[in-house]
């Protein structure tokens, strides 16, 4: 699977989470699913891409919920980023 395809599955799965707990793990379970195929490089890499994707994403092509768990998916990701 390309990079940018694992990033586009994230996103539809983040966009489908109820909460802040499914928010954390969607990020954890596609971290894990990296990590473990994947080194520390590639992992920085991928985050990297979702963070961009999360930010390109117009907050007028969101509902409410969705635009919250992907501002809170951000959070996720540049916490995680630090600990990698």
């Known amino acids: 699977m390309t990079m940018d395809l694992h ?3 994230i996103i539809e799965q983040l966009s489908a989470a109820k909460n802040t707990i499914e928010v954390e793990e969607v990020i ?21 891409k979702l963070e961009l994707a999360l930010e390109g994403i117009p907050p007028v092509e969101c509902n409410s919920e969705q635009w919250s ?10 916490n995680k980023a630090v600990s990698i």
């Open 7 to 9: 990033v586009t599955r």
């Open 28 to 48: 954890r379970e596609s971290i894990t699913n990296i990590t473990e195929k994947k080194n520390g490089f590639v992992i920085q890499h991928c985050l990297n």
């Open 69 to 78: 768990a992907y501002r809170f998916a951000l959070i996720c990701i540049r």
